[in-house]
């Protein structure tokens, strides 16, 4: 067997939620989970998160390869965000509306105002980004996404709207590339029942609502509860990761992710 189930972990954050769908992991009784991390093998270069927002995330920002490297890091984090529930209101702020120098991104992050700096943007269900190291970015309450990024756990944050947790001004600030923009979803039918998504520096992310052969390496990301994977139902809340070669049968509908 090729296909290997990950175990879900639920994370506690403050801007998460105790109402999390059926089926996934939770804390104790009235403890907001922000996060399901899925426990990838050994060195992944991937990995693969749900997030269930409450309030918006902090304004943040994260390194790319070279500034991660710098630090003695292995690399940077690129994330891209498949949005599987939003609120009527929901948005995610992207980039800022204007370049501005660092000394002007300090200010405004000190004194809040780069709150309105960042482009909101509405989202809905379907909404597909891939948003790039050093991009200044933000999430919005009243959404449910899949996560995909570099296995890194670092995050600059800028400015987190008067809440009692540390920043990181010169660090972030160091990295925010103003100009960069995310990449909203693009329809690419690479082959029937196949789409690109992203192919980015960091990793590459299809959806398959076909048949196939998944070979090498690569995460599997159900969307909906249908077809199997090794003989295995493939279920929504669940991650599989790939080594080698295997075959998806039935009506699935899945998000593939592969290291670039």
């Known amino acids: ?13 403050v801007w998460g939620r105790t109402d999390l769908p059926a089926g996934f992991p939770r804390l104790e009784a009235g403890v907001p989970v922000g996060e399901i991390w899925f426990e990838p093998p050994a060195d992944a270069a991937l990995l693969v998160k749900y997030l269930f927002t409450a309030e918006r995330l902090s304004i943040q920002v994260h390194p790319d390869d070279e500034a991660a490297k710098a630090r003695g890091l292995p690399h940077g984090k690129d994330e891209a965000w498949y949005v599987i529930d939003a609120g009527p209101d929901a948005v995610i702020g992207l980039c800022l509306t204007r370049d ?4 002007e991104l300090r200010a405004a992050a000190l004194d809040g105002s780069i709150e309105s ?5 509405p989202v809905r269900k379907g909404d597909f980004f891939y948003a790039p190291a050093g991009l200044v970015h933000a ?10 990024q570099q296995n890194l756990d670092l995050t600059y944050r800028l400015y987190d709207y008067g809440r009692p947790r540390e920043l990181h001004l010169d660090e972030g600030i160091a990295v925010a590339k103003p100009r960069t923009w995310s990449t909203r979803k693009r329809q690419e039918m690479i082959a029937p029942g196949r789409e690109s998504l992203a192919k980015g520096n960091a990793f590459a992310l299809e959806r398959w609502t076909a048949p196939g052969t998944v070979d090498g390496n690569a995460l599997i990301v159900p969307l909906a509860s249908a ?3 090794d003989g295995y139902p493939l279920a929504t809340g669940s ?6 070669s295997t075959r998806i049968e039935g009506d699935a509908d899945v998000l593939i992710a592969r290291p670039a």
């Open 1 to 13: 067997m090729t296909a290997t189930r990950l175990r879900a972990v639920p994370v506690e954050r």
């Open 100 to 103: 501005v120098s660092p000394e």
């Open 117 to 121: 700096l960042l482009d909101w943007q």
């Open 139 to 148: 999430i919005g309450g009243g959404i449910a996404l899949i996560e995909i």
């Open 227 to 229: 077809g199997n994977i």
């Open 239 to 244: 991650v599989w990761s790939v080594d080698g």
